[in-house]
């Protein structure tokens, strides 16, 4: 009979763990915008000197309808400027490990003079500004960029190829857009380029259900005051 009741109290023990960590994975979460209002999207610019950096609304000539350009001026340093969409965010810690990233967009390249912009996924967390991979190929025309299966080992900030953001369960809130970046040449120089039908999804793993917790805690607790009581009884 005690047997029996060790064996029962390992079950519900394993059910109790089930029910804390089997959440459903979630799938996947996609943002876009295909017109680009310039409240619902926010400019950041790091250089390692005095370059600064513009974006902004324009109509038409999209791809098509409006799009956003972005100028990027270099002042014998490099720029990177980070586009974020407002309403792209996630918070992983209250909502879901982000497991991989696929972003594309629409890029035009040349608009101001013969210098082109580097491009593409960015993200932004605890006030740094992360870049992934880069399309370089400086378009004249507008083309069609794509990146998947993106990880958070692919994102860096400028300062630190080491430094990635935190996708796992235990990070906080993000937020997606894309960079646009230019190298330092040595020179003063001013770049254009145009961005339209951004698109970002996140790819979610399994959420853990909070309630699992509190399961566990009451089960084993009262599982193991009723065995207490009858061993004490007899």
């Not at 909502?95 to 993200?123: K, M, N, P, T």
């Not at 793993?205 to 065995?227: N, Q």
């Amino acid at each position: 009979t005690r047997d029996l009741k060790r064996m029962a109290l390992k079950a519900v023990i394993a059910l109790a763990f089930a029910t804390m960590l089997g959440g459903p994975a979630m799938g996947a979460i996609t943002f876009s915008d295909g017109t680009f209002n310039d409240s619902e999207w926010a400019l950041y610019v790091d250089a390692t000197g005095g370059g600064s950096s513009k974006a902004y609304q324009v109509s038409p000539d999209g791809n098509p309808g409006t799009y956003r350009k972005t100028m990027n001026t270099s002042v014998s340093d490099e720029i990177i400027a980070f586009s974020y969409l407002i309403n792209a965010n996630w918070t992983p810690s209250a909502h879901g490990a982000i497991a991989s990233l696929d972003c594309s967009f629409d890029h035009v390249d040349r608009l101001v003079g013969e210098w082109g912009q580097g491009a593409g996924l960015a993200l932004r967390q605890n006030g740094k500004n992360y870049y992934g991979p880069s399309n370089i190929d400086y378009p004249a025309s507008w083309r069609h960029v794509s990146w998947t299966g993106l990880t958070s080992a692919d994102f860096r900030t400028m300062a630190s190829a080491s430094d990635h953001p935190n996708l796992s369960v235990a990070g906080s809130n993000v937020i997606f857009g894309f960079f646009n970046s230019n190298a330092d040449l040595g020179i003063t120089r001013t770049t254009g380029s145009g961005y339209d039908n951004f698109q970002v999804t996140l790819n979610i793993g399994s959420v853990p259900e909070p309630s699992g917790l509190a399961v566990l805690t009451c089960t084993v607790g009262t599982m193991a005051g009723i065995m207490w009581r009858r061993r004490r009884n007899g």
